[in-house]
């Protein structure tokens, strides 16, 4: 799930240097509503939050292949060799090369006890973006069919391009930050001014869903779902 979040740095209500306020704080506090109003520097600073839900158009799957041999020279050409099946399987499923990129390469001995070795192991990762999640099972498919050696590690879904989203929730976070400060203004008896500061911060990114072993037998299993893209936008208003 994406999730899209600005920092704040207030997390209940405060009202600074307002007595006449003071039981409407108290009563705030059960739900606080990130605001801070500051009588000495007249400014109200208030956050609001926008959520877009989204159905996610893009898969990245992770998967590689691992093999066993009893030298290293051995175990490095087989797991290349499987490396290059799996990646042709992959292409021949529907994804694009561009699409395409090894995420990892080791080689390394097994020992029986310590130091004497018993063999070496290599593996191979690659990942897989799939832009067309009408081909998400056959690629699976496509991957677990090559052999033994191939490893499925996860999947995850993101939304392609999730510009228009986020403006549009970015939108509703300021309506919402608006909409705040206006109600706390006017139960202050005061009206709010112009806007003096507005800050966000994006973190986040989408959140991996574990690969179930049954996943590429049952073709339901594999499904997008929904994400939320989340925005919180902090907004400085003066009081008059």
């Known amino acids: 799930m994406i999730r899209l979040t600005h920092a704040l740095a207030a997390s209940a209500v405060v009202f600074a240097g307002m007595g006449m306020l003071g039981g409407l704080a108290r009563a705030a506090t059960a739900e606080p509503a990130r605001v801070v109003v500051d009588e000495t520097s007249k400014r ?5 939050e926008g959520v877009i839900s989204a159905t996610p158009d893009v898969m990245r799957l992770s998967a590689g292949v691992e093999v066993r041999a009893a030298s290293a020279g051995e175990a490095f ?18 994804v694009a090369a561009k699409d395409l990129r090894t995420s990892e390469l080791s080689l390394g001995p ?3 006890t310590y130091p004497k070795v018993s063999g070496y192991r290599a593996s191979q990762g690659v990942e897989a973006v799939v832009r067309d999640l009408n081909k998400a099972d056959r690629i699976i498919d496509a991957a677990v069919a090559v052999g033994e050696e191939v490893r499925l590690n996860g999947v995850s879904f993101e939304v392609s391009d999730p510009a228009a989203l986020l403006k ?7 309506k919402d930050a608006q909409t705040k400060a206006r109600q706390f203004a006017e139960l202050a008896g005061r009206r709010l001014g112009e806007v003096v500061l507005i800050s966000d911060e994006v973190v986040g990114g989408p959140q991996p869903m574990a690969f179930a072993g049954a996943a590429a037998e049952d073709r339901s299993s594999v499904s997008p779902g929904r994400q ?12 008059v």
């Open 110 to 112: 097994e020992y029986e």
């Open 228 to 239: 939320n893209l989340s925005v919180h936008v902090r907004v400085v208003y003066s009081l």
């Open 44 to 48: 109200i600073s208030v956050v609001g």
């Open 77 to 94: 050409k087989a797991v290349r060799a499987a490396a290059a099946k799996l990646t042709k399987a992959l292409l021949e499923a529907g």
């Open 168 to 174: 549009k929730a970015r939108a509703a976070a300021f």
